[in-house]
């Protein structure tokens, strides 16, 4: 009797673990997409190396970030303008990250006005009805830092290295007789600094609305908006992106030219045909 006893003892033991286990597993596996609701208009936060967050403005707009680097974020967003909308930006990256967001319904300097249409030079026409413009801005997380040593040679002359962090190089050339580093000594980047940004995966759930939608980008230098090629991935429109600078999403407009103009013609083809006979019956009864 002893023994059974400890056999369920330990089998409802064993069994309390794993349930417990397996509860714990859940827990962190849907806490990573637990929504994170934001009353105001704007959040400041940090995410770690393949981290992601769910951010709710005003339980309207869902904005979702993922980032494969540390990455500090600062969010401004205008959910009671934009509504409901439901966006996932996936930030690319191969440094640390200091990125600004803004999302606004319209952009008048942009031409983004409610129905308003645009022209691009593929010849395709758009309608702007999503109602949301997002503005992507990065920095590099922290500047190029200069790390001095300096050694004495003699007495008069120094021995002086510099190492930059941030992979730049270091411009230090100079040093006192007291072994101490030029103030004046500079970082210089290699460019690394500027361009740790890569790339953005931008994505926006699927409505019957913007179904045939298509992700555009405005180019700064030519004062225009250019068109993205988007695909649709898992009920999302899918396009990436290595510019930073402002974007949205535009409807196809129909062609109602052609239409109205066949329409015209054949009215005034079936009027002509009209006139005509009405002249030749005329002149027979004459």
């Known amino acids: 009797m002893k023994q059974n006893s400890l056999k369920i003892f330990l089998a409802l033991f064993l069994s309390i673990m794993i349930v417990s286990l397996v509860g714990s597993i859940n827990v962190n596996a849907f806490g990573t997409n637990e929504e994170i609701a934001v009353e105001g208009d704007s959040v400041q936060t940090h995410l770690s190396t393949n981290d992601q967050i769910m951010l709710c403005f005003h339980n309207k707009t869902k904005l979702m970030i993922c980032t494969n680097v540390e990455l500090d974020l600062q969010i401004s967003c205008e959910a009671l303008?934009?509504?409901?909308?439901?966006?996932?930006?996936?930030?690319?990256?191969?440094?640390?990250?200091?990125?600004?967001?803004?999302?606004?319904?319209?952009?008048?300097?942009?031409?983004?006005?409610?129905?308003?249409?645009?022209?691009?030079?593929?010849?395709?026409?758009?309608?702007?009805?999503?109602?949301?413009?997002?503005?992507?801005?990065?920095?590099?997380?922290?500047?190029?830092?200069?790390?001095?040593?300096?050694?004495?040679?003699?007495?008069?002359?120094?021995?002086?290295?510099?190492?930059?962090?941030?992979?730049?190089?270091?411009?230090?050339?100079?040093?006192?007789?007291?072994?101490?580093?030029?103030?004046?000594?500079?970082?210089?980047?290699?460019?690394?600094?500027?361009?740790?940004?890569?790339?953005?995966?931008?994505?926006?759930?699927?409505?019957?609305?913007?179904?045939?939608?298509?992700?555009?980008?405005?180019?700064?230098?030519?004062?225009?908006?250019?068109?993205?090629?988007?695909?649709?991935?898992?009920?999302?429109?899918?396009?990436?992106?290595?510019?930073?600078?402002?974007f949205t999403v535009f409807i196809p407009e129909e062609e109602i030219d052609t239409p109205i103009l066949g329409i015209s013609l054949s009215i005034a083809g079936i009027s002509i045909v009209v006139i005509t006979i009405g002249i030749y019956i005329r002149k027979r009864k004459f």
């Open 81 to 246: 303008k934009i509504q409901d909308n439901n966006l996932i930006i996936e930030v690319i990256g191969d440094d640390d990250l200091q990125m600004f967001m803004n999302c606004t319904r319209e952009e008048q300097q942009l031409g983004l006005l409610n129905g308003s249409i645009h022209h691009m030079r593929n010849r395709n026409t758009y309608r702007y009805l999503e109602g949301f413009c997002l503005s992507l801005y990065a920095d590099p997380n922290g500047d190029c830092q200069c790390k001095a040593n300096c050694t004495c040679i003699n007495d008069e002359v120094c021995d002086c290295q510099c190492d930059c962090l941030k992979n730049c190089s270091c411009d230090c050339q100079n040093c006192d007789c007291q072994c101490t580093c030029d103030p004046n000594c500079d970082c210089i980047c290699d460019g690394s600094c500027d361009q740790a940004f890569l790339k953005a995966r931008l994505r926006l759930k699927i409505t019957n609305q913007n179904r045939d939608g298509e992700w555009a980008y405005y180019d700064q230098s030519q004062n225009e908006w250019f068109t993205l090629p988007t695909t649709i991935e898992d009920g999302y429109l899918t396009a990436e992106t290595s510019e930073l600078t402002s």
